[in-house]
């Protein structure tokens, strides 16, 4: 299949490497009809990771849009945590919804689980007690409250629990009871609508050897008939397709037929 398309795209207004007009540019390069940016929301605990100012974003994307009126269709989204959602989401073509942190809430502490392992050991220990497979199943349980109450157009990296958990350093993915937990959520977020990605960035990165989600999740995600659309989670221009025909690949390998692509503002099927 041709590659089109992405959404799941970051530049320099938030923690991306590349100017918006890198990105269109690499966009264009790659045959792309149309491209989204979406760069993270706001979170105050976390203030040097997203967009403070979400109209001067908005203006910026769409000061894009009309440079490269006729030659690429670009798209104005943002990438959302639980703890921070967009303020106007109305305003935004969709919405990525992802969850980055393990938290206790009420005593305003967030403890990132994709930053490094350290950050997410901490926050095995401090909130679980060092019980590793809790915090995987809060992690789940939080992420299928993030898919009822938000309702994003798109799930984000949906299992990224398990990026530094090389080896079962944390949890053993191959259990009954992790996979009782991610299978649970991916059952309840599937039936909101949203659309799951194939994210390759912890491929191409160097720390997995698979995307997100995992196998076992993408056949039941196959039996339901959820739609997954590919995606690089892009933070460098030249980065913009990585892993993605292998994604591909994989997907047909596991009996897929078909993605959700982004293509004029909306989403539509296409053939692998």
């Not at 921070?84 to 305003?91: C, E, G, V, W």
């Not at 980055?100 to 005593?107: F, S």
């Not at 059952?187 to 949203?194: D, H, L």
């Amino acid at each position: 299949m041709k590659i089109c398309s992405t959404l799941h795209n970051h530049c320099m207004l938030c923690d991306g490497a590349s100017t918006l007009q890198e990105m269109a540019a690499a966009a264009y390069a790659a045959g792309f009809s149309d491209l989204g940016i979406s760069c993270h929301t706001w979170a105050p605990f976390d203030p040097g990771f997203g967009v403070r100012d979400e109209p001067a974003y908005r203006a910026a994307v769409a000061f894009l849009r009309e440079s490269w009126r006729g030659r690429l269709h670009i798209s104005c989204g943002m990438e959302q945590d639980f703890y921070a959602p967009a303020a106007q989401r109305d305003k935004l073509d969709y919405v990525i919804g992802s969850l980055h942190y393990l938290a206790d809430v009420a005593q305003g502490r967030y403890f990132a689980v994709d930053s490094s392992a350290a950050q997410l050991a901490q926050a095995i220990e401090e909130l679980f007690d060092g019980n590793g497979l809790a915090a995987a199943e809060a992690y789940y349980r939080e992420l299928t409250r993030l898919a009822r109450q938000q309702q994003p157009d798109i799930i984000g990296h949906f299992d990224l629990v398990v990026k530094h958990n090389r080896g079962n350093r944390f949890f053993d993915e191959e259990s009954a009871a992790y996979r009782d937990a991610a299978l649970t959520a991916l059952e309840a977020v599937a039936a909101t609508g949203a659309v799951f990605e194939l994210n390759t960035r912890a491929v191409y990165r160097g720390h997995r050897a698979a995307p997100y989600p995992a196998d076992f999740l993408l056949r039941r995600l196959r039996e339901l008939g959820a739609p997954v659309m590919l995606s690089a989670d892009c933070h460098l221009a030249a980065e913009l397709t990585a892993g993605l025909t292998e994604a591909a690949a994989r997907l047909r390998g596991l009996g897929f037929r078909e993605v959700a692509v982004w293509h004029d503002g909306g989403f539509t099927s296409q053939r692998l």
